[in-house]
């Protein structure tokens, strides 16, 4: 009879456990691993990993885009080299999700890139410079994404992932009430701005791969570096 019992309430904790196994994810589809992105989700612990596993997936990329209110548009393959080239390119647009100008329209970076740039936007720019300065953010300030080049410009060495239009530079940021906020400027100083930077980087840190600020090093020291590389095991870093 014990033994009857035991294996009853065995079962309704099995039974428990499974449906409440099954509500979490149902709730909380931005923290498991194995459900898709969707860009109208929280921000959760699986995000970034599945922002970056983007780049193995265009077409589900640039749906995700389309299905957000953006008016990114698909740009045609770039393969000057093989190590310099990108086949699932966007063409960012000021329009829709994307709000007034932030970002410039024409610039064009990889789809995951272009994913992350959207989420960072409306997730932590805007709140940030809405609690911040009682404003918003009317547009970034960048020295681009796409170039063919090696780390650091060097003759030789790893490429760099903006050789595949994989990452951007953020320099700074023009709030609507024409302040300007500058990551070489306003970083050193202990200012609002300064907390501002400081946040957006944070916050970036759960979108993109790779955040690196001037806190990493003397040639970062004027800009956000943000990129999506597919590292193994699905490592990031954040400095």
């Known amino acids: 009879m014990r033994i009857a019992i035991g294996l009853l309430i065995l079962l309704i904790l099995a039974a428990g456990g499974a449906w409440f196994a099954r509500d979490y994810v149902r709730r909380h589809p931005q923290d498991v691993p194995w459900t898709r992105l969707d860009l109208s989700h929280p921000i959760g612990m699986f995000t970034r990993r599945k ?17 957000a209110g953006t008016q990114d548009l698909a740009v045609p393959p770039r393969r000057p080299t093989l190590q310099c080239s990108y086949d699932d390119g966007m063409r960012l647009s000021a329009a ?82 024409g302040r300007r906020i500058s990551v070489l400027r306003d970083w050193p100083r202990a200012s609002a701005e300064a907390a501002f930077l400081r946040e957006a980087r944070d916050g970036a840190c759960d979108l993109f791969a790779t955040v690196l600020s001037p806190d990493y090093n003397a040639a970062h020291r004027d800009h956000l570096h943000l990129d999506q590389a597919d590292r193994p095991a699905g490592w990031h870093l954040c400095r």
């Open 51 to 67: 922002l970056v596993e983007l780049g193995d997936d265009s077409r589900f990329c640039r749906a995700l885009l389309t299905r």
């Open 96 to 177: 829709g999700a994307r709000d007034v100008a932030f970002i410039p329209s024409g610039l064009v970076t990889s789809c995951p890139v272009a994913a992350a740039l959207l989420l960072w936007q409306q997730r932590i720019i805007e709140p940030a410079a809405r609690r911040r300065f009682g404003t918003s953010v009317r547009r970034i300030d960048h020295a681009g994404s796409y170039s063919c080049r090696r780390l650091y410009g060097r003759d030789e060495g790893p490429f760099s992932q903006h050789a595949t239009a994989d990452a951007i530079d953020i320099t700074g940021f023009q709030l609507t009430d």
